[in-house]
Every structure is written in structure tokens, then in C-alpha cells.
């Protein structure tokens, strides 16, 4: 039991207190990982205010997804899924909030520790770990298999470990060697067993992929998701420190915080002046393969401004003038591209790349450049 004493201080003779001379008190980063559905919020609003630096959280609602994972009123919003946005213009960073869907991944200060840091000159960005981010890997397989292994301790579910073939598919495709296997084809494996992996990636017909003990080797696909991707894989990875940054914060790891720098498919950023007969495109709104709308472009004129910007039929539209779409209908999105008389810049990503990114559970595809 402490007492406090007014004249003594705390009587804890193993407790003292110091002045903070070189900014040590200033607390560390933490990180949220927010998860709602459709039809709800966070649970929180992001502001920018008038003589207060940073992005600021408020109005955290009572007994919201925010407050419940810890959330609190004035905190400083360092990084979402991975990104350092402390510096980023505050619109775009309530955009890349709203891109990431309903599942988010937070880094806050403390406010005090905040203007605490900024005093004293600190790099915030050096405050955070360098690289938190899963990786997302399309593998195509060559004529020797896929180019990795897996391996995974008896009588534990869901710890697949990968070993890479060197110069293989896999490392061509970023799978980093010792790397944890994730997800396959978007769906989770932390559920399966040693034993029902192995199972699940014996092929019919045939004596098993791997060899040695705890090697479920060269073939770590289920039959059912093989015959839909044929000879091409999706895996989400995450080193070995990812892995343990995740598991020690109690944070679990999806497909909308990947890095997806290794993936061949990207969105696209076409600038184009207007011409005399205009851009020279048709935007038309139809249903995308999740089931919501999106925005399409269409009737692209031959030697006009969109195809000599590099424009393709059925490209999806994703942002207009750096601004995501996500939320906007058909009109609030034509307007957007006549904001500016003569010119627009469209982030576009076309029908292969959308189809893969709503696969694997992205969420918004403006968001998968590196």
C-alpha cells in the first residue's frame, strides 16, 4: 500500500522522481488495429485545429470500436497501416482512412508526448518501427513448382513457416525466406493444423508434395484454390519481426496493411489537357465484382487526351486529382472531374488489377502504390 504525504511525496522509497532533462518522458507510439462493419464507423473524428499541431483525435465516441481499443480524445495520429502521414496534407490523410475499408491500423501519440517531441526537434517518423508491413506476393509458377516450402510444428495451428528456393518464383515474386505464411488466395490459414495443411495440399492422385519431418514442401495450396488460380498463387507473408510486432501488440495482420510493391499488378496515373473535342472518355457506373458501385471509363476516342495518357477500356476509376472517389456517386465524381477548366489528373486501374485487389480484400486499390 503507497500513502502520499504532502510534505514527503510518495512513500515508495524505491520510487523517484526526476526532472526530464534530455525528453525522455516522451511517451511511445501506440497502435490500434480497427475492425467495424459496413454499416458502422470507427467510432472517431480526425481534426485539424487552429494553433494545434498535428492530426488530432476527437470526439471519440462512448463505448465506440475506438474507445473500446483505446483511443483517446487528442491524441496525434502518427501512421495509418504503415504509412507515416504526420506530415501529409490533413484531406488525404481522412481520405487514406477511408480507402482502407473497414479495417484500419493505427499509430498515436499521447498529445502531450506529441508537442513534447515536436519541442525537442524529434523525427517522429524515427519513432516508429521501419517497416510493420506484411507483404502481399503474386507467385506464377515455373516448370519445378511454386519455389517454396512449408514447414510447421506438430500439434500447432496456423504457424506455417516458408523456406524459398533461391531464384525461384517465390523470391521473384518478394516472398522474403523464413517468412510465416498468412493467407493463401485471401483466405486465412490460421485455423488449419499441421496435419489438415497437409492434407489440404496433397494433390489427388499423387504421393504428397513434401519430405522431412515438419515439411509440408514445394506445393502449399489447397486443391479447391489451386483449380481457381491455375498456375498463379496469392500469399500474404510477414517476416519474422513483422510477425512478432503483430503477436506481441495483440494485433492481427490482413491484406489492407500489405505491402504491395511486389505485385504486378498497379494503378495507373494518367494526366490529361483537355483538347478541342474534350478528353475524350465516357464515364459510366456499374456494379463491381464485390457487389458495390464504382466508376468505369469507357468509349475511349482514338488520338484524343485520355488514350494518349494511356487510358483502356473498362479502366476503374479510383481518384480524381489525388482525391480518392471511394463514397462518391456518379454525379459528385463527373463533377470532380470538371472541378479544374483544362485539365485532370485519374488514378485508373484496370479490370485484371481491380478483380485481384477485391480478391485478396484490399479494400481500395488507390492506396496499393508503395
Request: aromatic content about 6%; cysteine-free.
Given at each position: 500500500k503507497f500513502e502520499f504525504n504532502p510534505k514527503d511525496g510518495i512513500d515508495n522509497?524505491?520510487?523517484?522522481l526526476t526532472e526530464d532533462t534530455d525528453g525522455?518522458?516522451?511517451?511511445?507510439?501506440?497502435?490500434?488495429?480497427?475492425?467495424?462493419?459496413?454499416t458502422e464507423t470507427f467510432g472517431f473524428c480526425l481534426h485539424e485545429e487552429l494553433g494545434c499541431r498535428g492530426h488530432v483525435i476527437r470526439q471519440v465516441e462512448l463505448g465506440g470500436m475506438a474507445q473500446r481499443r483505446g483511443l483517446q480524445d487528442g491524441d496525434r495520429l502518427l501512421q495509418v497501416n504503415g504509412h507515416?502521414?504526420?506530415?501529409m496534407d490533413h484531406c488525404r490523410v481522412v481520405q487514406k482512412i477511408k480507402a482502407s475499408g473497414n479495417q484500419v491500423l493505427l499509430a498515436v501519440l499521447d498529445g502531450d508526448s506529441y508537442e513534447a517531441a515536436k519541442a525537442l526537434g524529434r523525427d517522429l517518423s524515427q519513432m516508429l518501427p521501419a517497416d510493420i508491413r506484411p507483404r502481399l506476393c503474386h507467385i506464377t509458377r515455373d516448370k519445378s513448382g511454386f519455389g517454396f516450402s512449408v514447414s510447421s510444428p506438430e500439434g500447432v495451428k496456423?504457424?506455417?513457416?516458408?523456406?524459398v528456393r533461391q531464384n525461384g518464383p517465390a523470391e521473384t515474386a518478394g516472398v522474403p525466406p523464413g517468412s510465416w505464411l498468412l493467407e493463401l488466395n485471401g483466405a486465412s490459414v490460421r485455423s488449419y493444423s499441421r496435419t489438415q495443411l497437409a492434407r489440404k495440399v496433397r494433390a489427388p492422385g499423387t504421393g504428397g508434395w513434401g519430405t522431412g519431418t515438419g515439411s509440408v514442401a514445394e506445393h502449399p495450396v489447397f486443391p479447391i484454390q489451386l483449380k481457381q488460380s491455375g498456375n498463379k498463387v496469392t500469399l500474404l507473408v510477414a517476416s519474422s519481426a513483422v510477425e512478432e510486432f503483430y503477436r506481441l501488440r495483440g494485433l492481427r495482420v490482413t491484406a489492407a496493411l500489405a505491402d504491395t510493391s511486389w505485385l504486378p499488378f498497379k494503378a495507373r496515373e494518367l494526366h490529361m489537357v483537355k483538347g478541342p473535342a474534350g478528353y475524350g472518355f465516357l464515364l459510366k457506373e456499374d456494379d463491381c465484382r464485390s457487389g458495390a458501385t464504382g466508376q468505369f471509363l469507357w468509349?475511349?476516342?482514338?488520338?484524343?487526351?485520355?488514350?494518349?495518357?494511356?487510358?483502356?477500356?473498362?479502366?476503374?476509376?479510383?481518384?480524381?486529382?489525388?482525391?480518392?472517389?471511394?463514397?462518391?456517386?456518379?454525379?459528385?465524381?463527373?463533377?470532380?472531374?470538371?472541378?479544374?477548366?483544362?485539365?485532370?489528373?485519374l488514378l485508373v486501374i484496370d479490370p485484371a488489377g481491380d478483380e485481384f485487389f477485391q480478391s485478396v480484400g484490399f479494400g481500395d486499390p488507390a492506396w496499393s502504390r508503395p
Open positions: 522509497p524505491a520510487l523517484t525522455e518522458g516522451v511517451g511511445e507510439p501506440r497502435f490500434y488495429f480497427l475492425s467495424k462493419g459496413s507515416f502521414v504526420d506530415h496456423g504457424t506455417f513457416q516458408l523456406s468509349d475511349v476516342d482514338v488520338g484524343l487526351p485520355a488514350e494518349q495518357a494511356g487510358m483502356k477500356e473498362g479502366d476503374r476509376l479510383l481518384a480524381v486529382n489525388g482525391e480518392s472517389i471511394e463514397g462518391l456517386d456518379h454525379q459528385q465524381t463527373v463533377l470532380r472531374i470538371r472541378a479544374r477548366d483544362d485539365q485532370v489528373t
